[in-house]
C-alpha cells in the first residue's frame, strides 16, 4: 500500500468532498438549479427507458416468471406442448392481451368512481442501489399529470407521483418503506394509517383504541383534502392478520395489498376525481364459490315385491 | 492528466449509466435486483491511482445522483463515491498481490458495494429517509453482495483491457 498521497492528491481529494458537502447542503435548501439537473437527466433518459422498455420488457416478464416458477409451473407446462411458433406468438399475444385486462380493469375501477383518468405504460422499475421502490411512467406534464396525484390499477391503489417531467413521471409505490396513506376499513368505517414496509404486505395501525379489525377487512384510501394526493375510496388490500398485543394502544394489522406489483404494466394517474366519495362503491367482489356437481338418485319401490 | 482521464472516461460511463438506466431497470431479479454502474465504478477506481479513484467516484457519484430514483439529497451518492473511489484505488495502489490476483479484486468489491450501500442506508437515515422493514433492508444487502460476486468475473477482463486500452498502461503497475 501507499504510505501517503502528495499534497496534489489531497488537495484534489479535500475539494471533491467540499463539493460534494456543498450539492447537500445546496439541495437540503431547495436549491432550484439541482432540481433542474435531475429533471434534464429524466427528459434526457426517457427515451431510451421507452425504447428499452419496449424491447427489454418481454425478457423482463421473463425472468420474473423465473424467480416464480412454482407458481407458474402449471402454465409452463402448458405452453410446453406448444410449438416454438406458437409459442413465440402467444407471448407477444400474451403481453397485449395483460396490458389490456389491465387497461380494462383500470378503466372499470375509474369509470365507477367517476374519477378522470390518464392512462400510462411503467417505463422503468425503481432503482436497485437505493431502498427506495419506485417506478417510471410514461406519462408526464404534458399529459396532465402533475405532482401528489394518485396512480392506479384495476386492483386498487399503486402510489403517488412524486416527481411529474415533461414525458415521464416518478411514482411512489405503496409498497416503500416511506410511503404513508390515510386507510378506513370498507363497511366499519374505522380509520387509520396504512404504512408500507418495503414487501407486498404493509402495516394498518388503528387511530381508535375502541375499534377492532379482523381477518377479511377491506382496506380502502380515505383520501386527502381537495383529492391529493389520495382520491378516496380506492381498494388497497385485505388485513391478513391482526396483532393483538395487550400492551399496544391501538390495534395494528398486516394487510395484503391488492395490487401485483411484480406484473405492473399499465396504470392510471387520477387527474381530476368526482365531488361524492364513492364510499365503498370500489370494495373488490368476493369470488363466487364454485357449484359442486351434485347427484340425487331417486329410489322407486317396486309395486309388486319380486319373489 | 486528471481532467484528461476524467473527459476520457466520462463517454463510458455514460453509456454504463444509460445501459442502468433504461435496460437494467427494466428486469425485477432477485432481491431488487443489481447496480452495473456501481460495480464498474468500482472496478474502474480500483484500477487507477488513489487521486483518480476519487475523481472516478465524483463523477460516478453525481451521475448516480441524477438518477431519477434516487432518494436522497444531491451529492450523498457523490460523497459516498468520493471516500469508495479513493479507499478502494488506495487499498491496491502499488500492491500487485492485491491486483495481480483477481479473486482479491472481486471480493474487495463485492463487499465494498455492500459497505457503500450500507454508509448510504445509515446516511440517509441521518438525513431523515424512511429504510424499511430490517427484513428487506438485509435481503437487499445480501443480494447486492450476490449480483456483486457474479457480475464482477463477468466485467473485470473487459474493464481492465479498456482501461489498458485508453490509459496505456498496466493496471496496477
Same mark, same amino acid.
Given at each position: 500500500?501507499?504510505?501517503?498521497g502528495?499534497? @496534489?492528491?489531497?488537495?484534489l481529494?479535500?475539494?471533491l468532498?467540499?463539493t460534494?458537502l456543498?450539492?447537500?447542503?445546496?439541495d437540503?435548501r431547495?436549491?432550484?438549479?439541482?432540481?433542474?439537473?435531475?429533471?434534464?437527466?429524466q427528459?434526457?433518459?426517457s427515451?431510451?427507458?421507452?425504447?428499452a422498455?419496449?424491447i427489454f420488457?418481454?425478457?423482463g416478464n421473463?425472468?420474473?416468471d423465473?424467480?416464480?416458477l412454482?407458481?407458474? @409451473?402449471?402454465?409452463?407446462?402448458?405452453?410446453?406442448?406448444?410449438?416454438?411458433k406458437?409459442?413465440r406468438?402467444?407471448i407477444?399475444r400474451k403481453?397485449?392481451?395483460?396490458?389490456?385486462?389491465q387497461?380494462?380493469?383500470?378503466?372499470d375501477?375509474?369509470?365507477?368512481?367517476?374519477?378522470?383518468v390518464v392512462n400510462?405504460k411503467v417505463?422503468?422499475l425503481g432503482?436497485?442501489?437505493?431502498?427506495t421502490?419506485?417506478?417510471?411512467?410514461d406519462?408526464g406534464?404534458n399529459?396532465?399529470?402533475?405532482?401528489?396525484? *394518485?396512480?392506479?390499477?384495476?386492483?386498487?391503489l399503486?402510489?403517488v407521483?412524486k416527481?411529474?417531467y415533461?414525458?415521464s413521471?416518478?411514482? &411512489?409505490?405503496v *409498497?416503500?418503506?416511506?410511503?404513508k396513506?390515510?386507510a378506513?376499513?370498507?363497511?366499519?368505517?374505522q380509520?387509520?394509517?396504512?404504512?408500507?414496509?418495503?414487501?407486498?404486505?404493509?402495516?394498518? &395501525?388503528?387511530?381508535?383504541?375502541?375499534?377492532?379489525?379482523?381477518?377479511?377487512?377491506?382496506?380502502?384510501? @380515505?383520501?386527502?383534502? #381537495? #383529492?391529493r394526493?389520495?382520491v378516496?375510496g380506492v381498494p388497497l388490500?385485505q388485513v391478513?392478520?391482526?396483532?393483538?398485543a395487550a400492551g399496544?394502544?391501538?390495534?395494528t394489522a398486516?394487510?395484503k395489498l391488492?395490487?401485483?406489483?411484480s406484473?405492473?404494466s399499465?396504470?392510471a394517474?387520477?387527474?381530476a376525481?368526482?365531488k361524492?366519495?364513492?364510499?365503498?362503491?370500489l370494495?373488490p367482489k368476493?369470488?363466487l364459490?364454485?357449484p359442486?356437481p351434485?347427484?340425487?338418485?331417486?329410489?322407486?319401490p317396486?309395486?309388486?315385491?319380486?319373489p | 492528466?486528471?481532467?484528461?482521464?476524467?473527459f476520457i472516461?466520462?463517454p463510458?460511463?455514460?453509456f454504463?449509466?444509460?445501459?442502468q438506466?433504461?435496460v437494467?431497470?427494466?428486469?425485477?431479479i432477485f432481491?431488487?435486483?443489481?447496480?452495473?454502474?456501481l460495480?464498474?465504478? %468500482?472496478?474502474?477506481s480500483?484500477?487507477?491511482?488513489?487521486?483518480?479513484?476519487?475523481?472516478? !467516484?465524483?463523477?460516478?457519484?453525481?451521475m448516480?445522483? %441524477?438518477?431519477?430514483?434516487t432518494s436522497?439529497?444531491?451529492?450523498?451518492?457523490?460523497?459516498?463515491m468520493i471516500l469508495? !473511489?479513493?479507499t478502494?484505488?488506495?487499498l491496491?495502489y !502499488?500492491?500487485?498481490n492485491?491486483?495481480g490476483n483477481?479473486?482479491?479484486?472481486?471480493?474487495?468489491?463485492a463487499? !465494498?458495494?455492500?459497505?457503500?450501500?450500507l454508509?448510504?442506508?445509515?446516511l440517509?437515515?441521518l %438525513?431523515?429517509?424512511?429504510?424499511g422493514?430490517t427484513?428487506s433492508?438485509?435481503i437487499s444487502l445480501f443480494?447486492?453482495a450476490?449480483?456483486?460476486a457474479?457480475?464482477s468475473p463477468?466485467l473485470l477482463p473487459a474493464?481492465?483491457r479498456?482501461h489498458?486500452a485508453?490509459?496505456?498502461?498496466?493496471s496496477?503497475k
Amino acid at each position: 500500500m501507499r504510505s501517503g498521497g502528495d499534497n @496534489r492528491g489531497r488537495l484534489l481529494l479535500i475539494s471533491l468532498i467540499v463539493t460534494a458537502l456543498l450539492l447537500i447542503t445546496l439541495d437540503l435548501r431547495g436549491v432550484q438549479v439541482i432540481t433542474g439537473l435531475r429533471n434534464g437527466t429524466q427528459s434526457a433518459l426517457s427515451p431510451f427507458q421507452s425504447v428499452a422498455a419496449t424491447i427489454f420488457r418481454p425478457v423482463g416478464n421473463f425472468l420474473s416468471d423465473v424467480t416464480q416458477l412454482g407458481r407458474t @409451473r402449471g402454465e409452463i407446462e402448458r405452453l410446453k406442448a406448444e410449438n416454438e411458433k406458437l409459442r413465440r406468438t402467444l407471448i407477444d399475444r400474451k403481453n397485449a392481451d395483460a396490458d389490456l385486462a389491465q387497461l380494462k380493469s383500470v378503466l372499470d375501477l375509474a369509470g365507477t368512481a367517476k374519477y378522470k383518468v390518464v392512462n400510462a405504460k411503467v417505463i422503468s422499475l425503481g432503482s436497485a442501489s437505493s431502498f427506495t421502490q419506485t417506478i417510471t411512467i410514461d406519462a408526464g406534464t404534458n399529459n396532465g399529470v402533475r405532482q401528489n396525484m *394518485t396512480v392506479i390499477t384495476g386492483l386498487g391503489l399503486v402510489g403517488v407521483v412524486k416527481i411529474a417531467y415533461p414525458n415521464s413521471a416518478l411514482v &411512489q409505490l405503496v *409498497t416503500d418503506p416511506a410511503f404513508k396513506v390515510g386507510a378506513r376499513v370498507a363497511g366499519s368505517q374505522q380509520i387509520g394509517i396504512l404504512s408500507g414496509q418495503g414487501t407486498n404486505k404493509a402495516v394498518l &395501525q388503528l387511530l381508535d383504541n375502541q375499534t377492532t379489525l379482523k381477518v377479511g377487512d377491506v382496506i380502502l384510501a @380515505r383520501g386527502s383534502v #381537495n #383529492n391529493r394526493p389520495f382520491v378516496p375510496g380506492v381498494p388497497l388490500g385485505q388485513v391478513t392478520a391482526v396483532d393483538n398485543a395487550a400492551g399496544a394502544v391501538t390495534q395494528t394489522a398486516d394487510v395484503k395489498l391488492y395490487v401485483k406489483f411484480s406484473a405492473l404494466s399499465v396504470v392510471a394517474v387520477v387527474v381530476a376525481a368526482p365531488k361524492d366519495d364513492p364510499r365503498d362503491a370500489l370494495v373488490p367482489k368476493a369470488p363466487l364459490p364454485k357449484p359442486v356437481p351434485t347427484v340425487t338418485i331417486y329410489a322407486q319401490p317396486s309395486e309388486t315385491p319380486t319373489p | 492528466m486528471f481532467a484528461r482521464r476524467f473527459f476520457i472516461s466520462f463517454p463510458i460511463f455514460a453509456f454504463i449509466y444509460i445501459l442502468q438506466e433504461s435496460v437494467v431497470s427494466q428486469f425485477k431479479i432477485f432481491g431488487g435486483g443489481f447496480s452495473l454502474f456501481l460495480i464498474f465504478a %468500482l472496478l474502474w477506481s480500483a484500477l487507477g491511482t488513489p487521486e483518480m479513484g476519487a475523481l472516478t !467516484g465524483f463523477g460516478a457519484g453525481l451521475m448516480m445522483d %441524477l438518477s431519477q430514483s434516487t432518494s436522497g439529497p444531491m451529492g450523498q451518492w457523490t460523497l459516498i463515491m468520493i471516500l469508495a !473511489g479513493f479507499t478502494i484505488s488506495y487499498l491496491g495502489y !502499488g500492491d500487485d498481490n492485491f491486483r495481480g490476483n483477481p479473486i482479491s479484486l472481486i471480493f474487495t468489491i463485492a463487499a !465494498g458495494v455492500v459497505i457503500i450501500r450500507l454508509i448510504y442506508l445509515i446516511l440517509g437515515l441521518l %438525513l431523515g429517509s424512511d429504510v424499511g422493514s430490517t427484513w428487506s433492508v438485509i435481503i437487499s444487502l445480501f443480494s447486492s453482495a450476490f449480483w456483486s460476486a457474479v457480475l464482477s468475473p463477468l466485467l473485470l477482463p473487459a474493464v481492465t483491457r479498456v482501461h489498458e486500452a485508453l490509459f496505456d498502461v498496466k493496471s496496477g503497475k
